[in-house]
């Protein structure tokens, strides 16, 4: 199944449409939890090109204090560990909300890890209704995400 992912033209509903099928095919059955985000990533980035796609998961430092550490991703180096709150993916753990950042550089405390990205679309992953990672997409372009990313990248995250 994974061969059959790549570029395809027509709407980006179409798109999305057409790679979930193959998401969930490439996650049913598998138990490990790295394996499917890491699959996820790789299936989103080559459907979509973006600049960066990844899971950041919620897991104690040593300090025992929860903190965003950089899970699978596709794309340039990234930052490794982020605080609740701070920047697009805190904020989105924090306040359990999907956000959508049209131009990076207006968004308040915005971490810069590539100074290539200029959008960002970060959707929190739910376990038993509280927060455990969130998935973090990064565009070069302004403006790129919208409510049909967030309404099927949610629907995808849901199948975790």
């Given at each position: 199944m994974a061969e059959d992912l790549h570029?395809?033209?027509g709407t980006k509903e179409e798109l999305y449409?057409?790679?979930?099928?193959q998401i969930n095919a490439l996650i049913e059955g598998e138990s490990d939890a790295i394996a499917n985000l890491a699959n996820i990533c790789a299936a989103l980035k080559?459907?979509?090109?973006?600049l960066w796609v990844g899971f950041y998961i919620v897991k104690p430092n040593e300090k025992g204090e929860d903190e965003l550490?950089?899970?699978p991703f596709q794309g340039p180096v990234a930052c490794t560990r982020i605080k609740k709150g701070r920047g697009v993916c805190g904020a989105a753990w924090q306040q359990a909300v999907t956000l959508i950042v049209p131009d990076?550089?207006?968004f308040p405390g915005h971490i810069t890890c590539s100074s290539l990205s200029k959008s960002e679309i970060v959707v929190p992953v739910f376990t038993n209704g509280i927060v455990?990672?969130?998935l973090d997409v990064d565009s070069e372009l302004l403006n790129r995400f919208d409510e049909i990313d967030k309404r099927y990248?949610?629907?995808?995250?849901m199948s975790l």
């Open positions: 570029i395809t033209t449409q057409s790679l979930i099928p080559e459907q979509f090109n973006w550490v950089l899970g990076v550089e207006k455990t990672a969130v990248l949610e629907e995808i995250i």
